[in-house]
C-alpha cells in the first residue's frame, strides 16, 4: 500500500454571482491521480498557477475537493473520525515558501517548534526544551537561538525552524511548497542537503512542489509535470524528464538556462506565452 | 533619519507628558475620599456660593457644597464608569468579531449587519431612545453606551482576524495540529491585543465625554450624586453671576478628554494602527 493515494481529485472555485447569470466555476485541478511510496519523494514541477499549490493543500487536508479521494495510509482524510484524523494529522507536516509568513512575529524560536509538541505530546518544561534544543541541532542551528525571535533569523535560518517544526512530530509525509524557493542558491543547497538527509534518518516521504526544474532533480525519485491543474506525465528518472516527446515539457526544458551564457543556443531561448 | 528620531522623541514626550496626568488623575480618583476636605453631597445653605477659600479650595455651589470635593468625587464616577463602558465594549467586541471573522459565512454576515444596523443610528440618538424606553438612570445609561460602543470594536477586530487568518502560520499551526481554542490563544488574541491598547485610549475620551453629555441632559447619573457633566448642568443657572460652578467641571472633562486622545493618538503613530 502507497503511503498517499490521490484519486481522481477535481478541485474548482465557485464564484458566486448574485444578480449575473449563472455561477462561474474555474477548474483548478482536472483529474489528478498519483501516489507516493513511503520514504520517495516526489517532485511536482509546473508554472504558476498550474494548480500545484492548491494541490499541496488539498494533500494536506485544508482544502476539500468537490470530487475524488486523498488516501492517507489507506484513510480517505476527508472522512474521517476524531481519533484517525488525530493521528493523521501527525504524519502529514508541512514547509512553506515565505519562511517569515509561515512563523507567528511575536514568537520565540522555542515556541514556534514546540507547539506541534504540545498539542500532541504530554511533556515536562526540561523535557520540552531538550527536545527542542535537539530539533534545532538537527537542522544546524544551535541552543543559542531558543530564545530568539523571527526577525533576528535570516531566511535561510528561519527556512531551517520551519522545518524543525515540521519534523518535530516524526511524520511520514512533508509537503514541501516552494520550500526552498524563495532562498538564494547556496542556502538552497544546503537546505536542500539537509531535507535529503532528514529523509533518509527519518524515513520520510515528500512531495516537492516547486517551479525549480534543477531543485526538483536533486532530491525528487519520481517527477510529475502539472500544468493547467491536469498532471501531464510522471518520469521515474531524469533521462525519462529529457527524452519526453511532450510539448509542455519541452517547454519547460527548454527553460534552464544553462551554466554559462555561451552555451545558450537560440533554441534554448524561453518562449514568453 | 534625524528628523524620525526627532518626531518619534517627541510623540514619546506626548506619550510621557499625558499618561502621568492620566496617573496623577487616577491616583487622586483612587484617594479622593484622603484628599477631599470636604462632604462632597453635605448641604450647607449657610455657605452657598462662596468663593475659593482655606475650607472651601474652589468655593462652593448653589447648596453650598464644596465645589472641589465633588470634582474629585465625580472623578470616580466620570472615569470609573468610562472605564467600565470601555472594558465591557472591548470584551463584547473581541469575541463578537473573532468569532464573525474567523467562522466567516452567514454567522458573520449576520453578526455584521447588525452592527451595521446599530450603527445606521446615531450613538447619542440610540442612547436617547434607549434611555427613553428603559428610564433615565446611570445603569440604562451605560448600558445603552456600551451596546452602541462594541460594533467599533468587533469591526475592526474583525478585519483584523480576517487577514491573520490568511496568514501562513495560522495554516502551519492548524497542520501542527492546534485547535481553534489554541490558534486563538496563541496567534490570534496575542497579535490583535496591542492595537486594541491604542483604540481603546482613543475610545476612553469618547466614553467620558458621552456620559458626562448623558448626565448634563440630566438622563445619567441623578443628584445629589457628583459627577462632572451632572456639575455643570446645575451649574448652568449661576452661569452669570457664578460661571465657575461650570468652568471647573468643563475644564477638568476637557483635560481628560484631550489628555486620553492626545495619548490615543500618539501611541497609533508609534505602533502604526490604524482607527476605525
Known sequence: MSLLQVKQVNFSYNSKRLFKGNDQTTNILNEISFSIEEGTCLGLIGTSGAGKSTLGKVILGIQRPQQGQVLFQGHDIYNLNKATQQKIRRDLQVVFQDSYSAVNPRMTAERIISEPLENFERLSVGEKRRRVIELLERVGLSERDLKKYPHQFSGGQLQRINIARAIALKPKLIVLDESVSSLDMVTQSLILKLLSELKDDFGLSYLFITHDIKAAFSISDQIGVLEKGELIELYDSKDQFFSSKHPIVKRLRDSILAEHPRFRTLTTKVKLG | ?276
Open chain 2, 1 to 276: 533619519m534625524k528628523a524620525k528620531l526627532r518626531d518619534r522623541l517627541k510623540s514619546q514626550k506626548v506619550i510621557v507628558i499625558c499618561s502621568s496626568i492620566l496617573g496623577v488623575l487616577f491616583l487622586i480618583t483612587l484617594f479622593a475620599p484622603w484628599i477631599a476636605p470636604n462632604d462632597p453631597i453635605a448641604v450647607n445653605l449657610a455657605h452657598k456660593l462662596q468663593q475659593p477659600s482655606w475650607d472651601y479650595p474652589l468655593g462652593t455651589d448653589h447648596l453650598g457644597r464644596c465645589t472641589f470635593s465633588r470634582i474629585l468625587f465625580g472623578a470616580r464616577i466620570s472615569l470609573g464608569f468610562a472605564m467600565l463602558i470601555f472594558v465591557s465594549a472591548l470584551s463584547i467586541g473581541l469575541i463578537i468579531g473573532i468569532v464573525a471573522g474567523y467562522t466567516g459565512g452567514w454567522v458573520d454576515q449576520l453578526l455584521m449587519r447588525l452592527g451595521d444596523g446599530l450603527m445606521a443610528i446615531p450613538s447619542l440618538l440610540f442612547v436617547l431612545g434607549f434611555v427613553g424606553i428603559w428610564g433615565a438612570g446611570l445603569k440604562q445609561v451605560i448600558l445603552g453606551l456600551i451596546l452602541v460602543q462594541w460594533v467599533y470594536y468587533a469591526r475592526v477586530i474583525r478585519g483584523m482576524v480576517l487577514s491573520l487568518k490568511e496568514q501562513n502560520y495560522i495554516t502551519a499551526a492548524k497542520i501542527s495540529g492546534s485547535s481553534t481554542w489554541t490558534i486563538m490563544k496563541k496567534h490570534i488574541i496575542p497579535n490583535v491585543l496591542p492595537s486594541l491598547a491604542v483604540m481603546g485610549t482613543l475610545e476612553m475620551g469618547w466614553a467620558i465625554m458621552n456620559l458626562s453629555s448623558m448626565s448634563f441632559l440630566g438622563l445619567g447619573v441623578q443628584p445629589p450624586t457628583p459627577e462632572w457633566g451632572a456639575m455643570i448642568h446645575e451649574g448652568k443657572s449661576y452661569i452669570r453671576t457664578h460661571p465657575a460652578l461650570m468652568i471647573y467641571p468643563g475644564f477638568m472633562i476637557m483635560l481628560v478628554v484631550v489628555t486620553f486622545n492626545l495619548l490615543g493618538e500618539s501611541l497609533s503613530e508609534r505602533f502604526g494602527v490604524k482607527r476605525r
